[in-house]
């Protein structure tokens, strides 16, 4: 494997969470790659002010949007197995890959979005009920501008949910996975439930499912816990 040898892989992107680097999200695959037979992009990103809490900038989805381009340009030796291109974060990645199926590339085949927050807005309100709470707000408003009665419009447009009906209409395939006991991404049944519940409103036949449990926060996202399972459900098994 390698520039003389390329043979075509599938490839996944995978947004980091909040407050973490893209090294740290590499930890999440274990040996999952190798062992598969599928290469995994962990892109660093960067918000309109900070750089581990982009919380859905804008430009940051837009990067994303154009990945599988920049993997290309960066390595033109690596060759991407047609139709297989996936998109799995969780937390604050998550949330980031829920905005990227909202944009509907062509080159997206399915996605898998783990205890992510939808709702931006009350995330932002929900950040007092945590032990950093505050300096968390402090970094919402530095990045966001403003809180969610001065930027409404800011909020929103960082907020899964506030593109449901993009979602519900991709035509991707998309898994969404909460925690009922989540500590970090409190009130889950008002963030991705509400946001799975309204996909299915909008539109019965969306290709989205749900898998819930009581996993603590971003445990299932994991290569020795049920990240295997997720990759199955979208169609990568190992060697496929």
Do not use: C
């Not at 030796?77 to 297989?84: D, G, K, S, T």
Request: glycine share 8%; aromatic share 8%.
């Amino acid at each position: 494997m390698g520039p003389r040898h390329p043979a075509p892989l599938p490839l996944v992107i995978s947004p980091h969470g909040r407050g973490v680097d893209a090294l740290t999200n590499t930890h999440l695959w274990g040996d999952l790659p190798g062992q598969w037979g599928f290469a995994v992009v962990n892109p660093e990103g960067q918000g309109r002010k900070l750089e581990l809490y982009s919380w859905g900038y804008r430009r940051q989805i837009d990067d994303l949007v154009r990945m599988p381009k920049i993997v290309r340009e960066t390595l033109p030796w690596f060759r991407i197995a047609p139709n297989r291109v996936y998109a799995l974060g969780g937390s604050m990645g998550g949330q980031e890959t829920l905005l990227l199926v909202a944009r509907r590339p062509d080159w997206l085949a399915a996605s898998a979005a783990f205890d992510s927050p939808t709702d931006v807005a009350r995330r932002y309100r929900d950040f007092a009920r945590l032990p950093n709470g505050a300096s968390l707000q402090e970094l919402a408003r530095e990045e966001i501008g403003g809180t969610p009665d001065t930027n409404p419009v800011g909020y929103a447009l960082r907020s899964p949910i506030a593109w449901a009906r993009k979602i519900a209409f991709s035509g991707k395939r998309l898994q969404i996975w909460w925690s009922t006991e989540d500590e970090i991404v409190v009130d889950q049944a008002a963030q991705s439930a509400a946001l799975f519940n309204r996909i299915k409103q909008l539109n019965p036949r969306a290709s989205v499912t749900k898998v819930v449990g009581t996993w603590r926060h971003s445990h299932e996202m994991r290569w020795d816990t049920r990240l295997p399972e997720a990759l199955r459900a979208l169609g990568l098994e190992p060697g496929d």
